[in-house]
Structures are given as structure tokens and as C-alpha cells.
């Protein structure tokens, strides 16, 4: 579990604790292929609430009412004039030539499968498959960032931040990441990042045990970053002052929208990438949280917010499982906690149903009909 972070004042439910901007982030590798586009920088949706839309419900002529409510500024946005890269500002453009880019622009070789860098994110495609979790672009921008810093030992302190394992630990997160044949697939991972990446100054990074050191730190600390311009329109949508009758039609297409969506593309993610957050990490988990995180402006920036009032001193604990998961019995929560973190939840939950019986919520529903094996693995994966 992270750190442990504690409330420095009285906080009541509803406000910000922190906003909080990652130290690295990067998009997921997929994106690209299932025409999802983000700013490559700040993880901002590119296309508009409309083409959101359109996209997941397959259907290109869906009109969306008050267009004005989607924030999206296509005027603004910007590409790398040598890799074709997009941004959504001149801003984000700048922002990434400053921290990484430089090191990490494909140029001209952008769409040639020799090139070091596309040979890496093209084995991680094929070791990695949708929903990804974690991404190998954030450690290849860990190591481009070090590379250009002026002060690199600022950025490497800053990376030490994060919660680091033991070898063991390291070798169980790893195998969770990469499936039963991770041992050679993460040597494969390590020979291609070498030759994209390598840089003497980083040297204990490439070897075999630092660089599944570094492939857990990510693994366990990579928070998802959900940005959607769609769901920035809804909540728009909610703030209009409109009159009944108006409120009513536009809440009843929202919500068919939703379920059209869910019919069409599965249970609408909001995660397009996945960043480092040092006050974040810190955060220990709960069964009942007393904080969520969130990404309100659409963009990396992460909002931390109160779920109920906390006293100064008391831990702000986030839940490391969605909804759904913390319904699920003690058992359960704690096989998918172990699974992916490592460690045995004692929240005030689970201390209440410590005497339960070991089952996980399937073996108690397997008298009330068959297990839903699709929905199971894909809550797994979602983690």
C-alpha cells in the first residue's frame, strides 16, 4: 500500500483535497488503434462530445443536442511538425518538447516498424492487450525526461518518491502484468527498451533486476487518468437552466445514450492513460473510502475530493477497487487486493466481516445461477 496521507485540517465532504499534476504520464498504446485520440501531452480528448459519441455507438449520424456545452477547441490544437504527434495547445506542445519529446520523437521514422521505439511499442500491443493498466511508454518518458533534464538527479529523486518492493513482490506484480510467460517477455521488453532508450547515466535501470524494478514501480503506482469530452458535455448539460419539459427530454436521451453505449462498446471506461502522482501514491486503500479521485477538467490534472467529512490527523484513504468490487464479499476484495497489490486489506470493513466465511461473492451466487466468467475477468482486468 502507498505511504499513508494524512488530513492537515478539518475537511468537509464535497471539497477538493488536492489537485495534483503527475509527474509523468502517457497514453495508452491501444488508443491509437481504436481511433481514440488524446493530446499525446496532457491526455485531453482531441475529438469532440459528438464524435465521442458517434464512435462508441458505431452510428456517424448521431446529432447531439447544445453543442455549444462540449469544450473542445479543434482551432487550438497543434501537432509535432516532425512526428505528426497531436496536441491540444500550443501550451502542451511546448510543455512536452521541454520534458521528453525531443528524446522520444520518431521524426520522419514515425511509421517505419524497424525503428527501436516502434519495435518496443509494437511487442507491448502484443504482450499487453486492452483494457491496459499500465502503459511501457511511462517508463520510456521516465527515461527521456532524465535524459534531457538539466538536473537529472532532481528527476530521479522525484521517481524515488514512488513505493518500491522487494524482489519478490516485484517478480508477482511483473507476472500479473505480463501473464504466465512474463519471464521472457519482460527480457524481450528489456532488450528492445535498451535499444530505444539506453543511457549510461541510467544504467542500473536496463539491467534484468532494475528494470523490473522500474516495470513494477509502474505497475503498482499508475494511477488511470479517465478523460472524455462526452462526459464533460453531460456535465454541462446537467448545469442548464432549462425548463421542465426541456430537462426532462434531455435527461431521458442522456440516459438512453448511456445504455445505447453500453450495448454497443461495453461499459464506458473514461480511462485513456496512466500517470505518476506523488501525493496520490501516498494514499492507502479502504473498502469505504473517505476520498475519490477524478478528472474534471479532462486533462491529467487529478482532483482528489472528500466522500464524507475528515478531521485533521484522520488518513485519507481512496479505494483501490471500483464500485462494483467493493460490493463484493471480504473474500473477494481481498483476492483482486492480493492479486494486484499485494497485501491483505484490515479496513473497518473487512475487520466487520473478518469472521465471514472464505467464499468469494461467485461461490455465494452459485445457487442463485451460473457465474458471469466475461464480467469477472474483465473486473480483474479494470484494476
Not at 249 to 271: R, T, V
Amino acid at each position: 500500500q502507498g505511504k499513508g496521507l494524512f488530513a492537515t485540517k478539518n475537511i468537509r465532504k464535497g471539497e477538493t483535497v488536492f489537485v495534483e499534476r503527475p509527474v509523468v504520464s502517457s497514453q495508452f498504446l491501444w488508443n491509437a488503434l481504436y481511433n481514440y485520440r488524446a493530446c499525446d501531452h496532457c491526455l485531453r480528448a482531441l475529438e469532440t462530445a459528438e464524435e465521442n459519441a458517434q464512435r462508441l455507438l458505431g452510428k456517424s449520424s448521431l446529432v447531439l443536442p447544445h453543442p455549444e456545452q462540449c469544450s473542445i477547441r479543434k482551432d487550438l490544437h497543434q501537432q509535432c511538425p516532425r512526428c505528426q504527434v497531436t496536441y491540444c495547445s500550443a501550451e502542451c506542445r511546448q510543455a512536452a518538447l521541454e520534458q521528453y519529446h525531443q528524446v522520444l520523437c520518431l521524426g520522419p521514422s514515425r511509421d517505419d516498424p524497424t525503428h527501436p521505439l516502434n519495435k518496443l511499442q509494437e511487442a507491448w500491443r502484443n504482450m499487453h492487450y486492452p483494457p491496459e493498466t499500465s502503459s511501457i511508454m511511462l517508463m520510456a518518458r521516465m527515461v527521456a525526461t532524465i535524459k534531457q533534464a538539466k538536473d537529472k538527479e532532481w528527476w530521479i529523486k522525484a521517481f524515488s518518491q514512488f513505493c518500491n518492493k522487494t524482489a519478490n513482490e516485484e517478480e508477482e506484480i511483473v507476472h500479473k502484468l505480463l501473464g504466465d510467460k512474463f519471464k521472457g517477455q519482460l527480457e524481450l521488453l528489456r532488450l528492445l527498451f535498451t535499444e530505444a532508450l539506453y543511457d549510461e547515466y541510467l544504467s542500473r535501470w536496463f539491467t534484468p533486476e532494475g528494470f523490473r524494478s522500474l516495470f513494477a514501480l509502474v505497475g503498482t503506482n499508475g494511477q488511470g487518468i479517465g478523460t472524455s469530452s462526452l462526459s464533460q458535455w453531460v456535465h454541462a448539460c446537467d448545469a442548464l437552466d432549462l425548463p421542465v419539459l426541456q430537462r426532462e427530454e434531455l435527461d431521458a436521451f442522456i440516459d438512453q445514450l448511456y445504455k445505447d453505449i453500453e450495448k454497443e462498446s461495453g461499459e464506458f471506461l473514461n480511462c485513456e492513460g496512466s500517470g505518476l502522482y506523488v501525493l496520490q501514491s501516498c494514499c492507502n486503500h479502504s473498502c469505504i473510502p473517505n476520498a475519490e479521485t477524478s478528472f474534471p477538467e479532462n486533462n491529467f490534472l487529478l482532483h482528489l475530493t472528500a466522500l464524507e467529512d475528515i478531521e485533521a490527523g484522520e488518513e485519507i484513504c481512496i479505494s483501490y477497487l471500483d464500485c462494483c468490487q467493493r460490493e463484493r464479499s471480504r473474500h473477494s476484495r481481498n483476492k483482486i487486493l492480493r492479486e494486484n497489490y499485494l497485501f491483505t486489506c484490515s479496513c473497518p470493513k473487512c475487520l466487520a466481516q473478518a469472521d465471514d466465511a472464505d467464499v468469494t461473492s461467485d461461490e455465494e451466487e452459485e445457487g442463485e445461477g451460473e457465474t458471469d466468467d466475461a464480467e469477472l475477468e474483465d473486473e480483474m482486468t479494470d484494476v
